[in-house]
């Protein structure tokens, strides 16, 4: 059965049919009877193919499942290329390389191509099936009139009066001073970093200094993280082979056996520094005021990226590079880690070493402030 336009006065709601009327009702007639609920009216529905089976839409149909196949099968590839191929670095000078430097082109690649296909599926199959259809929703101006009005406020007050809550003091209470406290939080949180001097201390302020500061001339030692705070592993020249990085900490004396310390020591972010042994004989440069701070084919770096503090983690020893991995920045390990490609303008901070009468490696003075530029530093 159809409702009929006769039973739809003008601008006001459809007649709502009986039990009865919506058995009879079509899937058709009860789509459109929804959207006449909602003051829509459907102009125009045409099927882009009224006929089944005809040669054009056999042929829309394989255009559509086309892009689905190409998108599985580059998400196949993706995944084969990504468990399969080899991914482990290659020197351009070693059989393999050309492999190697197409690992990420090809698993980039056959990602984006599996996701844009899908994508162009799902838009092909809208275009070439989806009907033409034309509605026109009534546009109602204005507030809603009374009765709206009135109806939607009894029935909000009535959802409030139904949780009880009105009556609940305790809760009320309990979840007012959470809220306040709360507030109060994001605005302590808010002003506080305005309030505080980070300048407190002077020269010797947090942002000036790390934990290779000397404190009341105590040797301060390079030691490597274990994984065990309290085992205290020191450095020494011939524990590294040329061409190689480790990542030290500080250690001094006094804190043997105090695991706070030791653990706070290792876990500070402006504490870890590459200790780099370059090749023997590799030409270097050292910075104007700087002489000296390495010790012979020993140098060490702040591994606080000079961008924005990422841990330049990667050290490419046929290039000498240091790299980091957040944007791409590249240092030059053989001059005094400037840096010569990405985002970051600034040197990493070098730590000024020696090796003393034990043989272990120890730091002479603090670094520069590390990691990324603010507004009042001096280097
Ligand atoms: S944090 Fe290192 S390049 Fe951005």
């Known amino acids: 059965m159809t409702l009929s336009h006769s039973d739809q006065a003008h601008g006001d709601a459809p007649r709502r049919p009986t039990a009865a009327e919506l058995d009879e009702m079509t899937t058709d007639e009860l789509a459109t009877l929804a ?25 829309a149909e394989r255009a559509v499942a086309l892009w689905f196949v190409i998108s599985a099968v580059s998400g196949l590839a993706f995944l084969l290329a990504f468990v399969f191929w080899p991914y ?12 190697y430097v197409l690992y990420t082109p090809v698993i980039g690649g056959t990602f984006g191509l599996a996701v844009l296909a899908l994508g162009v599926g799902v838009i092909a199959y809208v275009k070439k099936f989806f009907p033409d259809e034309v509605s026109v929703q009534q546009r109602h101006d204005g507030a809603s009139d009374e009765l709206a009005r009135r109806t939607v406020t009894a029935q909000l007050v009535k959802a409030g009066q139904d949780t009880t809550i009105g009556r609940r003091k305790l809760i009320t209470r309990a979840a007012g001073g959470a809220a306040g406290v709360f507030g109060l939080g994001l605005t302590v949180a808010a002003i506080a970093p305005l309030v505080r001097d980070p300048w407190e201390g002077g020269d010797q302020a947090a942002l000036w200094t790390t934990g290779w500061r000397p404190v009341d001339g105590e040797t301060v030692y390079l030691r490597r993280d274990t994984g065990n705070p309290e085992e205290i592993s020191l450095v020494r020249p011939e524990d590294q082979d040329p061409g190689s990085m480790e990542t030290v900490f500080p250690f001094r004396e006094s804190e043997r056996g105090d695991e706070e310390a030791l653990l706070h020591a290792l876990r500070r972010s402006d504490n870890p520094v590459m200790l780099i042994r370059l090749r023997p004989g590799t030409p270097v440069v050292q910075r104007a005021g700087r002489e000296g701070f390495n010790y012979g084919d020993y140098w060490a770096y702040s591994k606080l990226c000079t961008h924005l503090g990422c841990p330049t983690s990667l050290y490419e020893a046929q290039s000498q590079r240091i790299l980091c991995p957040c944007h791409q920045s590249q240092f030059l390990a053989t001059e005094y880690a400037r840096p010569i490609f990405g985002p970051a303008t600034r040197s990493l901070p070098q730590l000024r070493i020696t090796v003393n009468e034990e043989g272990y490696f120890v730091a002479l003075q603090d670094m520069d402030p590390v990691g990324p530029a603010f507004w009042e530093r001096r280097s």
């Open 35 to 59: 959207a006449n609920l909602d003051d829509v009216e459907i102009v125009h529905n045409q099927p882009k193919f009224p006929i089944p089976g005809t040669r054009a839409e056999k042929r």
């Open 88 to 99: 482990e670095y290659v020197p351009p000078t070693d059989p393999g390389y050309g492999v």
